[in-house]
């Protein structure tokens, strides 16, 4: 490091924490009206100290002769209210095509099941029936006859499939 040090180096003094007497160094500078951004106030503290506070702006009341003026219905309640009665038709047709339909939907729920138990029972009968039909045949039997002369004799030997 530099043997000069450029700043000077100080340690902060304990901030007193109530009233300040005029006159001991601790006075804050004092504000300008003009200086107050909006929708700031000097306010008094219930223990004496006077601050600075956001406050919100006075809202002026509603006279009660002054009734809101008829508003324009929105677009989204207009198309839900054209839609209801349609939504309403539309189910009301669907729920008695259905109950015309019930009959034959019945049959042909029967239908499909009788046509899967049919596809079950081939997978399983084929091969059964094709099993039965062949003639039983005996196993093959392979025999292996292998020679060798000496240590290092080379090896021979045959196969017979009977």
Not at 30 to 52: D, F, H, Y
Not at 128 to 135: D, I, K, T, Y
Not at 142 to 150: H, K, M, S
């Amino acid at each position: 490091m530099h043997p000069e040090t450029p700043y000077e180096i100080t340690t902060a003094r304990p901030q007193p924490t109530g009233p300040v007497a005029p006159g001991t160094g601790w006075e804050r500078p004092a504000m300008l009206p003009e200086e107050l951004p909006p929708g700031v106030q000097v306010v008094t503290l219930p223990g004496g100290i006077r601050t600075l506070a956001y406050t919100q702006p006075p809202t002026a009341p509603v006279p009660p002769s002054a009734a809101p003026g008829a508003q324009p219905i929105p677009a989204w309640a207009k198309t839900t209210a054209l839609l209801a009665p349609t939504v309403g038709l539309g189910i009301g047709a669907a729920s008695v095509g259905l109950s015309y339909a019930a009959p034959g939907l019945i049959a042909m729920s029967h239908a499909l099941w009788s046509a899967a138990a049919l596809i079950v029972a081939a997978v399983v009968a084929v091969p059964v029936l094709l099993r039965s039909g062949r003639r039983p045949t005996a196993p093959t039997q392979i025999t292996q006859n292998i020679t060798a002369t000496g240590l290092f004799g080379r090896a021979s030997g045959t196969i017979n499939h009977r």
